[in-house]
């Protein structure tokens, strides 16, 4: 998914290929990355990019930690949404995610996109609730050769190739996208606490089937736990 300029609000979507990206100003980041193992993690850089919202610092990438399994629980204000990280197939992308978790970064944050037509996701993970947040650092792409979107997936939204952030997505419906978004997570309890948010509708402020969720969707905090 696309993030989008401040300007802009949440128009994310690409009026053709509703693309899920973002538009954020990131700063370049290292060479791309299509798998796991030691390849991947040795291209793992974490670099500095704009915008820096509720800026945590920049991590430095720990493979031991990062080959740790772990889940991830979303407590919502629509109930809780658990992901299991594939730490062995996104290494980089999992261990940001823990780094922002682990530090509260999500916390008080609301998912600002809900896609109704075409593709069924929800947007989250962007502090300032317009789409075009960011945590201060961007980071390569990975886990993409062969990807696939069904219900459950959990990816990271982009700019472009190489410039993941913060913002991520979560899909309620199984979804035909482009292999151009990181998997790094699989849903294993809460598919019923997003279809209910998907249910509920969103406004359409960004065209038909895309805009802010009728239900509003608040991340209180989010829970890391061993697997």
Known sequence: ????????????????????????????????????????????????AVPADNFKGIPVFDAAKAAKPYSATLRTSQGA????ALTDHAPCTTYSFRFLAERDYFD??????????????????????????GPGYSFPDENLEGATYPAG????????????????FIVWKDTKLS???????????GLDVLQKIAAGGEDDQNGPGDGYPTLPVTIRNVGISKR
């Open 153 to 168: 997936t959990v990816a990271m939204a982009n700019a472009g190739p190489n410039t993941n952030g913060s913002q991520f």
């Open 179 to 189: 292999p151009a978004y990181t998997p790094f997570g699989r849903v294993t309890s």
């Open 81 to 84: 949404i658990t992901f299991r």
């Open 108 to 133: 008080r944050t609301h998912c600002h996109r809900l896609t109704t037509q075409r593709i069924y996701v929800l947007q989250c993970g962007d502090p300032t609730g317009t789409g075009s947040g």
């Open 1 to 48: 998914m696309k993030r989008t300029t401040r300007s802009a609000g949440l128009t994310v979507l690409a009026t053709v290929s509703l693309a899920l990206t973002t538009t954020a100003g990131t700063a370049s980041a290292a060479t791309p990355t299509t798998g796991a193992g030691p390849a991947a993690a040795a291209a793992c850089t974490y670099t500095a």
